[in-house]
C-alpha cells in the first residue's frame, strides 16, 4: 500500500497472526486528521501470564484488567508516539481499556496509521503494526513482563477495599478514613498524593478496626450515621477531608494514599450550581412561597439561582437513592445553609421563602434515614444538630463533639423553635413525559467532550460540578446510556427506575453492549447510577409527565 491513497489502509481491517497476540483491526480512520484508527491485541488466557484463580469473579476480573491497563499503558508512554490505551486515573474502575472476555484478555487501543501527506507510509505503519505493537504486548504484564506477586497484591487490595466497604455499612457508618492514610493532593489540577503529606491518624473516640477475610487488619476513623460536622481553620484540611470522602465511593490503587479511605457507594456530592436548569424538582422542604408563585413542588427553571440549585441537586440526590450527603459550606449558597439570629430578626420567616437546610438536616435523618457529613469554617450554626463535630487542625482530626455541644447550649436561645411536621416523608419521584430524551432521530448519537460534557444534538449537558465524576470513560459510558434511558422513558416509568434499568443492563451485559459487536471501544469506564441520574436531570430539554 506504499504511496496509495490513505483510504487504502481500510483493507486492514480484520484479524491476524502476529505471534505474541492477535491484531484485530476493528476501524480505520478517515484520512490522516481524523480520530485515529480501533485495534484490539488479543491474547489467550492460556497462553498469557495471567494466573487462572485471580479472573475466577467479575471483580477479580476488573482488578486484573487494571493492573493490565497501567503496565500496558506505562511502557506504551516510553515506546510508541502513535499507540495509546485509555490511562486509567488513581481510582479503580471497570474499564473497557483492557478487558478479560471468554478465554482471552483484550488491549482496545488507538493507532495512529502513519502518513505523508494523505498517502500511506506502509513501511511505517508494518513496523507499527507487526513490531512494535507485538513487542510491547510480548515485554507487558501480558506475557513476559508479569510479576505475579504484585498482580496478586493489586487484586488482594481491590478485594479487600470492596469488603471493608460492604463492613462499614453493616457496622452504621458512612465513611471510614484509615490510620496513615495521605489525604492531601499534590496540586489542585493533579490527583496524585502529596509527597511527605501528613499521615491521617484517627482520634481515638471515633477509632475502629476491622479484620478482613485476607487476613488484612485496618484501623481508622469511622464515621457514623447521622449529622457529621468538620471544622477547624482555613487550610487545615477540612476541605481536603471531604475530598477524599467523596472520592471513596471508588476503590484506589496502592499507593494512592487514599486507598483506606471508603465511603457508602450511594454517598451524593451536593453544592450549589448558578445557572444549571431543573424539570419537575420538589425542592419544598427548603424553598416554598415565592413571590413569583412558582410551584416548588414541582420546580422547573432554565437558569437556577444558588440556592434553588443546590435545593435542587440535594432533591435529585434523594431521588436517585442517597443514603449519606457531603456537604462543604465554600461550595454553598449562604442563605440556602444557614440565617442567623440577626437575619431572622429583620427578615421574619413567613417573609422568607427559604427554609435553611440547618433547620432540615435533622429531619432528614430522622424521617428518611440520610446522613450529612458537612464541611464549616465560618459558622457554628450546625452544632445543635450535630451527632459528631471533628476539627481539623493541621491535617490531624480531634472530636470536639462535647465542647461544641457546650457551646451550643450557651447560645440555645438564639435557634428557631424546631418545626415539628414531617418533611421528607413522601418519596421524591418524577415520571418523565414520552419523548423528551429520545435521541434516536438525531443525526448524531450523544457523545462525550471530555469528562465535563456531553453533546446531544445541537444542546450540551455541563457535568463540570460532579466532583464525583472522576474520569472521561465514565462520561462517555453516561452518553452511550442516554439512549437507553430515554427509550425507557414511556411516559409512565419514573426517571429513578429508567436509569436503574439502563445501568442494570449495561453491568449484565458489560460495557460492551453499550457499543455492540461492531464498535468495540476502549474508552468507557462504568459510572455510578448517581452520575448517569444527574446527567438526566441536567438536560434542558428533560420535561415531566
Not at 22 to 44: E, F, G
Not at 253 to 260: H, K, Q, T, V
Amino acid at each position: 500500500m506504499d504511496g496509495s491513497g490513505y483510504g487504502s489502509y481500510k483493507r486492514l481491517v480484520g484479524r491476524y497472526d502476529l505471534g505474541p497476540c492477535d491484531l484485530v483491526i476493528d476501524h480505520v480512520q478517515s484520512d490522516p486528521y481524523a480520530p485515529p484508527s480501533s485495534i484490539r491485541a488479543v491474547v489467550s488466557l492460556a497462553e498469557s501470564a495471567v494466573p487462572d484463580d485471580v479472573v475466577a469473579t467479575r471483580a477479580q476480573r476488573t482488578a486484573v484488567a487494571d493492573f493490565l491497563a497501567r503496565d500496558v499503558s506505562q511502557r506504551l508512554r516510553a515506546a510508541s508516539r502513535d499507540l495509546r490505551i485509555t490511562e486509567p486515573g488513581q481510582e479503580v474502575l471497570e474499564r473497557s481499556s483492557v478487558v478479560v472476555v471468554g478465554d482471552a484478555v483484550e488491549v482496545r487501543l488507538t493507532a495512529a496509521l502513519p502518513a505523508a501527506g494523505r498517502r500511506v507510509k506502509g513501511r511505517a505503519a508494518a513496523r507499527l503494526l507487526t513490531e512494535e505493537l507485538p513487542g510491547i504486548v510480548e515485554g507487558s504484564a501480558l506475557l513476559g513482563g508479569m510479576d505475579e506477586e504484585r498482580l496478586r497484591d493489586h487484586v488482594r487490595l481491590h478485594l479487600d477495599q470492596l469488603e471493608l466497604r460492604e463492613l462499614i455499612a453493616e457496622r452504621g457508618l458512612v465513611a471510614f478514613v484509615g490510620d496513615g492514610a495521605v489525604l492531601p493532593r499534590r496540586s489542585g489540577v493533579s490527583d496524585l498524593p502529596l509527597e511527605d503529606g501528613v499521615p491521617f491518624a484517627s482520634p481515638e473516640t471515633l477509632r475502629t478496626g476491622f479484620t478482613l477475610a485476607s487476613g488484612r487488619t485496618v484501623t481508622g476513623m469511622g464515621i457514623p450515621r447521622g449529622v457529621t460536622v468538620v471544622v477547624g481553620g482555613g487550610y487545615h484540611g477540612k476541605s481536603t477531608l471531604l475530598r477524599a470522602i467523596e472520592r471513596g465511593v471508588y476503590p484506589h490503587l496502592a499507593g494512592d494514599g487514599r486507598e483506606w479511605v471508603l465511603t457508602v457507594p450511594d454517598a451524593a456530592s451536593i453544592r450549589a450550581e448558578d445557572g444549571r436548569s431543573a424539570a419537575g424538582v420538589d425542592i419544598s422542604p427548603f424553598i416554598s412561597g415565592l413571590p413569583s408563585g412558582a410551584d416548588t413542588t414541582a420546580f422547573t427553571t432554565a437558569n437556577a439561582s444558588g440556592s434553588t440549585s443546590q435545593a435542587t441537586n440535594l432533591a435529585e440526590a434523594l431521588e436517585a437513592g442517597a443514603s449519606a450527603l457531603l456537604i462543604d459550606e465554600d461550595t454553598s449558597a449562604t442563605n440556602f445553609m444557614i440565617r442567623d439570629r440577626a437575619m431572622r430578626e429583620l427578615i421574619p420567616d413567613g417573609a422568607e421563602p427559604i427554609t435553611p437546610f440547618v433547620d432540615r438536616v435533622r429531619a432528614l435523618f430522622d424521617e428518611r434515614g440520610v446522613s450529612t457529613i458537612l464541611v464549616a469554617g465560618g459558622s457554628g450554626a450546625f452544632f445543635p444538630v450535630a451527632d459528631h463535630v471533628v476539627a481539623m487542625s493541621a491535617y490531624v482530626p480531634e472530636e470536639v463533639t462535647g465542647r461544641a455541644r457546650e457551646i451550643a447550649a450557651r447560645h440555645a436561645a438564639d435557634l428557631p423553635e424546631p418545626d415539628d411536621a414531617e418533611r421528607f416523608g413522601r418519596p421524591f419521584r418524577r415520571v418523565p413525559a414520552r419523548g423528551c430524551l429520545d435521541v434516536s432521530g438525531h443525526r448524531k448519537p450523544p457523545r462525550s467532550r471530555g469528562r465535563e460534557t456531553i453533546q446531544v444534538d445541537r444542546d450540551d449537558i455541563d457535568l463540570a460540578y460532579l466532583s464525583q465524576l472522576v474520569d472521561a470513560a465514565q462520561t462517555a459510558a453516561i452518553a452511550l446510556l442516554l439512549g437507553r434511558v430515554g427509550r425507557a422513558l414511556d411516559g409512565g416509568t419514573a426517571l429513578d427506575r429508567a436509569v436503574d434499568e439502563a445501568l442494570e443492563s449495561a453491568r449484565a451485559e458489560g460495557l460492551d453492549g453499550l457499543t455492540g459487536p461492531r464498535r468495540i471501544r476502549g474508552d468507557l469506564a462504568m459510572p455510578r447510577r448517581h452520575e448517569l441520574h444527574a446527567a438526566v436531570s441536567r438536560y434542558r430539554r428533560l420535561a415531566m409527565r
